[in-house]
């Protein structure tokens, strides 16, 4: 069961470079999410998309862009990264309900230079 | 806003005891419901538990189980028979249960908690 896919699984950037990650669903979930994780802190939403065609600004959301690809699919871009965005990235999906959990990609690990 | 607050940087305990941990949390929603997650060195996020706020009875999950108190909005995990694979950063969330949260979680910042043999 591939359940969430995210790629790369881990990537060096240079200030400035763009880069796109993936991330791939296969449990028909309706949403979708983005968080980052950076030391000593717990994981901060990014963006997320509640249903295919909406994407939404969660908490931290400067500096990035997202793209519901399909239902399945939720790529999240750096336009132009910047060292402040080293960090792990985990995607995550949920079917649509009460108590639902969110379930997660093994995570990118993204370094900027 | 809500926030999520886990005051135990870290905890350590022995194989086959029970350790808990704590979390407290801040939302202004009357319906919400509390998750505990587990991510070990694999970094992989994985569920152990979840609670929804209007269920007044604790939830338990072979080893894991909850304490929550609504009044005190306090919700620790005690896990029982500890066992080396338990050691892995524990984070405690919250979602709001309205139509318009999508489900959308705010964590804590994390347990480190480390099983020892």
């Known amino acids: 069961n591939a359940g969430v896919t995210q790629t790369p699984k881990f990537q060096v950037l240079k200030t400035g470079q763009s880069m796109t990650l993936q991330c791939a669903q296969d449990m028909n979930h309706n949403s979708m999410y983005w968080y980052r994780q950076d030391p000593g802190m717990g994981l901060r939403l990014i963006y997320y998309s509640a249903s295919e065609g909406t994407t939404d600004k969660g908490e931290v959301p400067n500096g990035y862009n997202v793209s519901r690809l399909n239902k399945r699919e939720f790529s999240l871009r750096l336009e132009s990264a910047a060292p402040s965005q080293t960090s792990v990235y985990f995607c995550?999906?949920?079917?649509?309900?009460?108590?639902?959990?969110?379930?997660f990609g093994d995570g990118t690990r993204l370094s900027i230079l | 806003a809500q926030t999520v607050t886990q005051s135990q940087p870290e905890m350590s305990v022995q194989e086959a005891e029970t350790v808990t941990l704590s979390c407290t949390y801040d939302?202004?929603?009357?319906?919400?419901?509390l998750f505990w997650y587990k991510q070990p060195p694999s970094r992989q996020m994985i569920l152990v538990i979840r609670?929804?706020?209007?269920?007044?009875q604790n939830a338990t999950e072979n080893r894991f189980s909850v304490n929550f108190q609504k009044a005190a909005k306090s919700f620790s995990l005690k896990i029982s028979d500890s066992q080396l694979g338990d050691t892995a950063m524990y984070f405690c969330?919250?979602?709001?249960?309205?139509?318009?949260?999508?489900?959308?979680?705010?964590f804590g910042q994390g347990t480190i908690l480390t099983v020892h043999p």
């Open positions: 609670q929804e706020a209007y269920k007044q």
């Open positions: 995550a999906s949920r079917v649509t309900g009460r108590n639902q959990p969110q379930h």
């Open positions: 969330a919250v979602a709001n249960a309205g139509g318009t949260s999508y489900g959308k979680l705010t």
């Open positions: 939302t202004s929603e009357n319906n919400y419901y």
